[in-house]
C-alpha cells in the first residue's frame, strides 16, 4: 500500500513539476508573443524585438516574425520614402513647366501681341515698318511654337504614338548634342501596345539622363532587339559608373527613384530589369518584356480611318468587327474606329 501510496505522490509530483515547467516555459511565452502580436497589428512593427523567453522553438518563432515585420516596415519606409521624392518630383516638373510657360511662351506671345499693335499704328503712315514689325512677330511666333512642341515632347512625344518606340528614340537622341547615342534595332521591327512602348522609352530616357547626369558618358548605345515572343532593351554608356544596390528597396534609400520607377513599370507588365554597372566601368540597363501574339497584317494594309499604308508586321493594333480584323497605324485611329466603326466602313457609291 505505500508502494503505491508513494507512486501516485510521485505521479503528482511529476505533473505539478511539469505544469510549472509548462506555464513559465511555454504558456507564459505564447502569451506574451501573443501580445506583441496584437501590438504589431495595431502598427507597432518593432515589438517582436522584445524577448518573450520560453523554449528555444518560441525564440526561432519570435525572431522569425520579427525578421518579417522588419521587411514590412522596411518596405513601407521606402514606399513613404518614394512617394514623397515622387510628389517632390512632380512638383519640380510643375515649377519647371511653369517656368517655362511664363517666363518664355507668356512672354513671348505678349511681345508678339506688341508687334502687332505697333504694326496696326504704323500700317496707314509707315507700311515698310509695319510690314518688318509684322515679320518679326511672325518670326517670335514660330519660335514660340517651337518651344511648345519641345515642351509637350518632354511630356509625351508625339512621335511615340504616331510613329512608334524607334522613331521617338531616334528623336531623343537627336536633342543630345554633348553626347554621342546611338540606336539600334536588331530583329523585325514592328509596333508594340502603347503601354509597352511607353515603359521601354521611359527606360531609355531615364537611362540617358543618368548617364548625361550622373555618369558623365560620352559615348551610349541604344539597343531594341526584337525577338518573337518578346522585346529586349539595352542601354549601355562608358560613364563613371555606380555600385549597383542589392535590391529594389536598396535604390530606394539610395535615392535612384528614377529607376525604381523603371522596375515598378517593368514589374507591372511582367518582365524583367538588369542593371550591370561598376565604377569607372560605365553602366548597362537590360529591359525585357514579354509580348502577346498580337494580329498583324502578313502583307500591306491600309487603315481604314485615315487611309495610311501599313507594311506588314507594322500595325499599332487590330480590331475585329464583324467578323473581319481592321489594323490600325496609331492609337488615335483605331480608338476614332471602337467608337464609330460605321462610320468608316461606308462603300464609295
Not at 502598427?43 to 518573450?52: D, E, H, S, Y
Not at 519570435?62 to 522588419?70: E, F, K
Not at 498580337?294 to 499599332?316: F, H, K
Amino acid at each position: 500500500m505505500n508502494d503505491w501510496l508513494h507512486i501516485v505522490i510521485t505521479i503528482l509530483s511529476l505533473l505539478f513539476v511539469t505544469n510549472i515547467w509548462l506555464i513559465y516555459r511555454v504558456l507564459k511565452p505564447l502569451h506574451r508573443l501573443a501580445s506583441q502580436t496584437i501590438d504589431v497589428a495595431q502598427g507597432n512593427l518593432v515589438a517582436f524585438n522584445q524577448p518573450c523567453g520560453g523554449i528555444p522553438e518560441i525564440g526561432i518563432l519570435r525572431r522569425t516574425m520579427a525578421s518579417m515585420a522588419g521587411h514590412v516596415r522596411r518596405t513601407h519606409e521606402d514606399e513613404t520614402a518614394y512617394r514623397y521624392a515622387l510628389t517632390d518630383g512632380q512638383e519640380a516638373e510643375r515649377a519647371r513647366i511653369a517656368h517655362e510657360l511664363h517666363d518664355e511662351t507668356v512672354q513671348s506671345l505678349v511681345a508678339i501681341a506688341q508687334s502687332i499693335d505697333l504694326a496696326s499704328s504704323w500700317i496707314q503712315k509707315d507700311p515698310e515698318r509695319a510690314a518688318g514689325m509684322l515679320k518679326m512677330a511672325r518670326t517670335q511666333a514660330v519660335e514660340t511654337v517651337e518651344g511648345l512642341r519641345r515642351l509637350i515632347a518632354d511630356l509625351r512625344p508625339p512621335a511615340l504614338e504616331e510613329l512608334g518606340l524607334i522613331p521617338a528614340l531616334q528623336m531623343l537622341v537627336e536633342n543630345e548634342s554633348d553626347m554621342d547615342v546611338s540606336v539600334k534595332v536588331i530583329g523585325k521591327e514592328r509596333r508594340l501596345d502603347e503601354e509597352r512602348e511607353l515603359t521601354l522609352f521611359r527606360a531609355a530616357q531615364e537611362a540617358v539622363r543618368n548617364a548625361q547626369r550622373h555618369s558623365h558618358a560620352k559615348n551610349i548605345s541604344i539597343t531594341a532587339d526584337y525577338q518573337p515572343n518578346e522585346i529586349r532593351l539595352m542601354v549601355i554608356d562608358d560613364g563613371i559608373g555606380f555600385q549597383v544596390p542589392d535590391c529594389v528597396d536598396c535604390m530606394a534609400k539610395q535615392g535612384h527613384f528614377g529607376l525604381v520607377g523603371i522596375h515598378e513599370r517593368v514589374l507591372h507588365l511582367d518582365g524583367t530589369v538588369r542593371i550591370s554597372s561598376r565604377p569607372e566601368r560605365g553602366t548597362e540597363l537590360s529591359v525585357t518584356l514579354p509580348l502577346s501574339s498580337a494580329s498583324q497584317p502578313t502583307e500591306t494594309v491600309r487603315d481604314p480611318v485615315c487611309g495610311a499604308l501599313i507594311a506588314p508586321q507594322q500595325a499599332y493594333g487590330s480590331t475585329l468587327y464583324d467578323g473581319e480584323r481592321y489594323f490600325f497605324c496609331c492609337p488615335v485611329c483605331q480608338g476614332a474606329f471602337q467608337r464609330t466603326p460605321e462610320t468608316y466602313l461606308i462603300s464609295p457609291n
